[in-house]
């Protein structure tokens, strides 16, 4: 008797900083509840701190497939161990940088801006790698590297693989950029393009372009899943899970420096949510109408998505209280850790539902929108 079919899923994870440590809690939770072996995982997809964890998990997939016994779940955990602030003088400048952009977003000290790419940057970032001398700290480059061996990625990705998308925007011409696993190679600097916030790294270099942050355009990809022309090995998701971690609603106007850079940050992240479940929607209600081409859909390789349905994880509204902007660049343990738990929970909350059916793409925006 021939198995029953596995649901194919496609994991989005939204960008965020340091607050995507809740989006490590909720990888860990699933991988730890196995559903790398209830479903079939055919796609990651993520922006900024979205795509560096959804990165961890499709290396960590590709690693067992290969024979590895590490759990995913294990390298996602250890790679945000390293990232936090652990001795007394990281976590003292951790909470030093937390207290000025709090204090600057308050009103209370004036904001002083500076790029990146400036002599007074690197001259700081010299000094304070002088006082934090654990290597990786301070290199967010060389952390990647010690947690993914890009070397051998080319040897570990097959033709059955799940696909990992990264979004970006390029500075130059402002077009969205989604590095696909299918068809570009995944290297350190792709991650590092999608996670490039113009104030804190400078624009990232590859080829001919040079890219920032892809929340200014993509956050996450979610309709590449779902197309030929980026999904080439036809192995396209019956449900889409979205991991949510800025609220589209907003219980207050601001009125703060902060509160306004907080609130611009949030909406800033989810129009391009927002619009690309607008588009699967309309494509939804048109075939699910009879005006689109069922055949003309399969020949496609979108012979499913007829059925496409949607699942939505996101952070509690008390977890989501707790953070401002600051605490998308903070490293502190505490708050890292928190978020971590939140994830987990907020899976053992979203496990019991998997025996309901997931949402349409009309519902899925509503529910977003709640």
């Known amino acids: 008797m021939s198995k029953p079919k596995k649901t194919r899923i496609a994991i989005a994870c939204q960008g965020g900083g340091s607050q995507t440590a809740f989006t490590a809690g909720v990888l860990r939770g699933l991988f730890a509840h196995g559903i790398d072996q209830t479903h079939d995982i055919v796609a990651l997809t993520g922006t900024s701190g979205g795509a560096v964890n959804g990165a961890l998990a499709w290396y960590g997939m590709l690693k067992n497939a290969a024979g590895d016994t590490t759990p995913v779940q294990q390298r996602i955990a250890d790679f945000w161990n390293e990232l936090k602030a652990s001795s007394p003088m990281e976590q003292w400048l951790d909470q030093l940088n937390t207290f000025m952009i709090r204090a600057s977003g ?74 696909n696993s299918l068809a570009d190679q995944i290297t350190v600097e792709t991650i590092l393009a999608s996670a490039a916030i113009p104030s804190v790294f400078p624009a990232v270099k590859i080829g001919d372009d040079y890219y920032w942050d892809g929340l200014f355009s993509s956050n996450p990809p979610i309709s590449p899943v779902l197309r030929p022309a980026h999904m080439t090995n036809n192995q396209f998701p019956d449900e889409i899970w979205v991991v949510l971690i800025d609220p589209l609603r907003y ?33 939804y209600r048109s075939f699910r109408m009879g005006g689109l081409n069922p055949k003309l859909l399969e020949n496609q390789g979108l012979g499913n998505f007829g059925d496409l349905k949607f699942r939505l994880i996101r952070i509690s509204d008390e977890a989501q209280s707790e953070l401002d902007y600051s605490s998308k660049l903070s490293r502190n343990p505490q708050l890292i850790d928190m978020l971590m738990r939140e994830g987990m929970q907020q899976v053992d909350a979203f496990m019991p539902t998997l025996k309901q059916p997931g949402a349409t793409p009309e519902e899925a925006l509503e529910r977003i929108c709640e």
Not at 152 to 167: D, N, Q, R, V, Y
Not at 265 to 278: A, P, Y
């Open 251 to 283: 219980d207050r106007i601001p009125t703060t420096p902060g509160d306004i850079l907080e609130r611009r940050t949030q909406m800033t992240s989810n129009i391009s949510l927002v619009h690309d479940i607008e588009k699967i929607a309309i494509f």
């Open 106 to 179: 308050a009103g209370h000290l004036p904001k002083i801006e500076s790029s990146p790419s400036s002599k007074f940057s690197q001259l700081l970032q010299e000094s304070a790698s002088l006082l934090l001398p654990r290597e990786n700290y301070l290199d967010f480059k060389g952390l990647l590297e010690s947690h993914i061996n890009f070397k051998e990625l080319p040897k570990l990705i097959k033709a059955h693989s799940p696909a990992l998308f990264m979004g970006a925007a390029n500075v130059l011409n402002g077009k969205i950029r989604i590095f």
